[in-house]
């Protein structure tokens, strides 16, 4: 074998962590992890977050995230070790030798500045190419990635092109200074799933015209599967496997590995419909406050007791509408909520207290869905005095009860928010919203900010609550991996519309308009090849692409 | 209608219709006044009959809407009046006193508003370090001191014991702009010293601010110097917020200045109104306060536009 490109060994990686009540301490966030990647290979990093995958991206190009400093271990990149690199060689690496390319393009590129400008301003100011030739370079780049109007589309600014188009931009921006590595940082993860496949495939594309080595940063085994060459699973900072990628997806050795290729275990039978459905959405139209377009058009979905109902759509198609519709904060311009057998006010001012508590809702960020000053307890117990009157031993009495439901337990009643791990801290949003004994919560994108093993508890445990506590979900979100997994009825939303609407196995089963065949092909699925052939076989371009 | 235009066009109107309320305050105010003009020319011992004549002759029996009006449409011509004390007429005399504190003003901001962004910069560029500590230390030390303090210690270090500038800043129509830059040199050196840290500071906070966006994290992964990141990357991200103070500064530096003016005998606006303050003058008080109220919210007017015009969501509407 040649001698490789990238050659990290023992890296070891630490970090400055502020707990709160103590005092600030150094931690080592990545022990000793080393790997080899060949000029023109790719290599998957995955895991969790706090798996360290980003913090080692960003290590080859000798950069720390905010206190995060290298602590040990070797980075040789084309023959050079880059952490005992003079601050201007390490300048000339980053941009020149080693580009990035980062989770959100909205967030990283500039928006004071041109699209162009910022694409090539590291060729530039590297002195590898004369504006010239670097602006020619990347309009051939812009092209290559699919963007339309490649001439024109970098005299743009960062906020006149769509997601999607501004992730390929940032591709371009990436491999406009002709560098040996790139560092994909979760390219796709922000991206709608029917757009996420089409900047993989350019990215796929790209990666094999350019010859470029690219290290490829995701929690997403099945999308890493599709352009890496090896993969690398991490946990906490350590290396559970490294291997070619036909191994680790199809004869995983780990047990770890095999839990993350088996994520989504949960089987759960659809239910049949009862007479009487706890809420009726009826006709309903909607649109925002001073503006000129319907958000929803004439939407009725049913929702039954102890059932849920999957609203699955991508972003811009209405179904976080139809929410704040549902819960009174954006009162309809035709149409009526029922609920529980009555007709609910519009607007939240004209609902009663019982109606309230009868509806409750999670949200997709648990972080800023509670009170960091508060405890866990309070959290909880706020709904128990607010709807019960509870008091004293039995408001506590209660809470452990929840606590205990959500499989947390008493120790946690005096802890903070900021305690608790990311699905810690849903647990007790789903607590405080049972805590109310709603008839109906709303579950908008619960897991969509969590881990995919995490994810996976959260749902079950929500399954389990609904059969106890006979509670219906609406469930909104765009990962159609989750409808599978819990729903009884699915409405499928497209541009404010219902566009397909009835029980799971109807709804999932052909013959499929062209909109849900688009949607269902583009969840990458963990094998070889899935992504070349479901973008040989798509009937109709995503529309946010 | 492009946003822009649109947004532009309500500031200015906000900044007519603004200046108009000013107006009537002023008017309002001195009406409040005890006494009247025929009083304060008349003094105290004047007789009745000598007080009403002296009214009807300056128009002061009419309702005081119609010599609102009055006042405010010759304002509008160029008309504010003469003076009661010497019988000037005040355009005339407060042109170019106001010309003389726009000269004052505005070499004071060539050279403290593009000091205070430097130093901004270059706190930000060694943040926490010493020079950081030594621009933030000095910067608000020399805020802290009461300006006539630091005018009279120059006065006394620079022109009375080394003798390098004059301790008057007398300036006329004959003298050449050397000269005249000459004679001004102290009190641009108080006034600079007096605004520098506002704007410095400003400028520092904004830019920190953008610093932990994440495109500056982009723009250190193509390997810039870090001087260039700031100065190229975050600073047009933060030019609303640094020109809103920059514009107070520059309004300071015009309608503030009355104790500079005096400490240093400059002949300008400032040392004119407190002279006819003092004599009672209400109709050069209210032309200086017209004239003061017009300049602040022309300056405040200025930097919401430039705020507007920096944001390229605006500016190119999708």
Same mark, same amino acid.
């Given at each position: 074998m040649s001698e490789p490109l990238v050659k990290v060994r023992n890296l070891k990686i630490g970090a400055t962590v502020y707990p709160p009540g103590e005092k600030p301490h150094d931690i080592e966030i990545v022990h000793g992890v080393s790997f080899d990647l060949q000029p023109g290979k790719v290599l998957g990093l995955i895991g969790e977050s706090g798996a360290g995958?980003?913090?080692?991206?960003?290590?080859?190009?000798?950069?720390?995230?905010?206190?995060?400093?290298?602590?040990?271990?070797?980075?040789?990149?084309?023959?050079?070790?880059?952490?005992?690199?003079?601050?201007?060689?390490?300048?000339?690496?980053?941009?020149?030798?080693?580009?990035?390319?980062?989770?959100?393009?909205?967030?990283?590129?500039?928006?004071?500045?041109?699209i162009m400008e910022q694409v090539i301003e590291a060729a530039v100011e590297q002195g590898k190419f004369s504006k010239k030739e670097a602006e020619a370079r990347a309009r051939t780049l812009f092209a290559k990635l699919g963007l339309p109007d490649p001439d024109n589309i970098g005299?743009?600014?960062?906020?006149?092109?769509?997601?999607?188009?501004?992730?390929?931009?940032?591709?371009?921006?990436?491999?406009?200074?002709?560098?040996?590595?790139?560092?994909?940082?979760?390219?796709?993860?922000?991206?709608?799933?029917?757009?996420?496949?089409?900047?993989?495939?350019?990215?796929?594309?790209?990666?094999?015209?350019?010859g470029v080595a690219a290290l490829y940063i995701t929690h997403d085994l099945a999308v890493v599967a599709q352009v890496s060459d090896d993969i690398m699973v991490l946990r906490h900072g350590n290396t559970v496997e490294y291997g070619p990628v036909d191994q680790i997806i199809n004869n995983p050795q780990e047990e770890y590995t095999q839990a993350l290729v088996s994520v989504r275990s949960i089987e759960h039978d659809e239910k049949a419909p009862t007479p009487e459905p706890v809420l009726s959405v009826r006709n309903i139209t909607a649109r925002y406050k001073g503006t000129k377009f319907d958000v929803l058009h004439n939407v009725n979905v049913d929702l039954h007791p102890g059932q849920t109902l999957a609203v699955v759509g991508e972003s811009g198609s209405g179904k976080s509408t139809l929410a704040r519709v549902i819960t009174g904060?954006?009162?309809?311009?035709?149409?009526?909520?029922?609920?529980?057998?009555?007709?609910?006010?519009?607007?939240?001012?004209?609902?009663?207290?019982?109606?309230?508590?009868?509806?409750?809702?999670?949200?997709?960020?648990?972080?800023?869905?509670?009170?960091?000053?508060?405890?866990?307890?309070?959290?909880?117990?706020?709904?128990?005095?607010?709807?019960?009157?509870?008091?004293?031993?039995?408001?506590?009495?209660?809470?452990?009860?929840?606590?205990?439901?959500?499989?947390?337990?008493?120790?946690?009643?005096?802890?903070?928010?900021?305690?608790?791990?990311?699905?810690?801290?849903?647990?007790?949003?789903?607590?405080?919203?049972?805590?109310?004994?709603?008839?109906?919560?709303?579950?908008?994108?619960?897991?969509?900010?969590?881990?995919?093993?995490?994810?996976?508890?959260?749902?079950?445990?929500?399954?389990?609550?609904?059969?106890?506590?006979?509670?219906?979900?609406?469930?909104?979100?765009?990962?159609?991996?989750?409808?599978?997994?819990?729903?009884?009825?699915?409405?499928?939303?497209?541009?404010?519309?219902?566009?397909?609407?009835?029980?799971?196995?109807?709804?999932?089963?052909?013959?499929?308009?062209?909109?849900?065949?688009?949607l269902l092909s583009s969840v990458p699925e963990?094998?070889?090849?899935w992504l070349e052939e479901v973008i040989a076989n798509r009937k109709m371009e995503s529309a946010g692409n | 209608m492009h946003p822009v235009v649109k947004l532009v066009s309500q500031r200015l109107a906000l900044g007519l219709l603004l200046l108009l309320a000013a107006s009537a305050l002023i008017f309002l105010g001195t009406l409040m006044l005890p006494g009247d003009v025929a009083q304060s020319?008349?003094?105290?011992?004047?007789?009745?009959? $000598?007080?009403? @004549?002296?009214?009807?002759? %300056?128009?002061?029996?009419?309702? *005081?809407?119609?010599?609102?009006?009055?006042? +405010?449409?010759?304002?509008?011509?160029?008309?504010?009046?003469?003076?009661?004390?010497n019988g000037q007429d005040i355009a005339e005399s407060i042109g170019k006193r106001l010309g003389n504190t726009l000269f004052l003003a505005f070499w004071a901001a060539v050279i403290s508003v593009p000091l205070a962004i430097f130093l901004g910069l270059l706190a930000v560029r060694y943040r926490d370090r010493w020079p950081d500590k030594l621009i933030s230390a000095v910067t608000l030390a020399s805020i802290s001191i009461p300006e006539f303090l630091i005018g009279y210690l120059l006065i006394?270090?620079?022109?009375?014991?080394?003798?390098?500038?004059?301790?008057? $800043?007398?300036? @006329?129509?004959?003298?050449? %702009?050397?000269?005249?830059?000459? *004679?001004?040199?102290?009190?641009?050196?108080? +006034?600079?010293?007096?605004?520098?840290?506002?704007?410095?500071?400003?400028?520092?906070?904004?830019?920190?601010?953008?610093?932990?966006?994440?495109?500056?994290?982009?723009?250190?992964?193509?390997?810039?110097?870090?001087?260039?990141v700031i100065a190229r990357h975050a600073f047009p991200n933060a030019i609303a917020p640094i020109v809103n103070v920059v514009m107070l500064n520059l309004a300071y530096l015009v309608v503030g200045v009355v104790v500079i003016e005096v400490v240093f005998v400059y002949p300008g606006m400032g040392q004119y109104l407190v002279d006819h303050v003092a004599k009672r003058d209400v109709p050069v008080v209210q032309a200086c306060g017209l004239i003061f109220a017009a300049v602040y919210i022309l300056l405040n007017m200025i930097a919401d536009i430039v705020a507007i015009l920096s944001n390229p969501r605006l500016r190119h509407p999708k």
């Open positions: 995958k980003s913090t080692i991206g960003l290590a080859s190009m000798a950069y720390g995230r905010g206190g995060v400093k290298i602590t040990g271990g070797e980075v040789w990149i084309n023959g050079r070790d880059v952490l005992k690199s003079k601050l201007r060689d390490v300048r000339r690496l980053r941009g020149g030798e080693v580009t990035y390319v980062s989770q959100s393009a909205a967030a990283s590129f500039n928006p004071a500045k041109k005299d743009r600014y960062p906020h006149q092109v769509s997601g999607g188009q501004l992730q390929r931009c940032m591709t371009a921006l990436a491999l406009c200074p002709e560098p040996d590595l790139v560092v994909f940082d979760e390219p796709t993860t922000a991206l709608d799933v029917t757009t996420q496949i089409e900047v993989l495939m350019a990215i796929k594309e790209a990666i094999r015209d350019t904060l954006l009162p309809p311009r035709e149409g009526e909520i029922e609920f529980a057998g009555r007709t609910l006010s519009p607007d939240l001012a004209g609902r009663s207290r019982e109606d309230l508590r009868e509806l409750q809702m999670i949200y997709q960020m648990a972080d800023v869905a509670m009170n960091p000053r508060q405890t866990v307890g309070t959290i909880i117990g706020r709904p128990l005095e607010f709807y019960f009157g509870m008091r004293g031993a039995e408001k506590r009495k209660r809470i452990i009860e929840l606590l205990d439901e959500i499989e947390l337990g008493e120790s946690f009643i005096d802890r903070y928010p900021a305690e608790l791990s990311g699905g810690q801290k849903q647990r007790v949003c789903i607590a405080r919203a049972l805590a109310a004994k709603p008839k109906m919560i709303i579950c908008d994108e619960v897991t969509s900010a969590l881990d995919p093993l995490v994810a996976d508890g959260i749902l079950k445990l929500l399954l389990e609550l609904q059969k106890i506590e006979n509670v219906a979900y609406l469930f909104i979100t765009h990962d159609l991996a989750t409808v599978r997994a819990i729903s009884d009825n699915i409405a499928v939303m497209y541009q404010g519309k219902v566009q397909r609407y009835g029980g799971k196995t109807e709804v999932l089963s052909p013959p499929f308009d062209d909109y849900t065949d688009l963990m094998r070889l090849g | 020319i008349l003094g105290q011992s004047a007789t009745p009959e $000598a007080l009403a @004549n002296l009214r009807e002759e %300056l128009g002061l029996n009419r309702p *005081a809407l119609v010599r609102y009006f009055d006042w +405010l449409f010759g304002a509008l011509q160029g008309d504010l009046g003469t003076a009661l004390t006394y270090f620079v022109a009375v014991q080394m003798g390098w500038f004059s301790s008057v $800043a007398m300036i @006329n129509d004959s003298m050449s %702009l050397l000269d005249k830059l000459n *004679a001004i040199a102290l009190p641009v050196a108080v +006034l600079t010293l007096v605004v520098l840290a506002h704007m410095m500071r400003m400028t520092r906070a904004a830019i920190l601010n953008v610093m932990q966006s994440a495109y500056i994290e982009t723009a250190e992964l193509k390997g810039l110097s870090t001087f260039h």
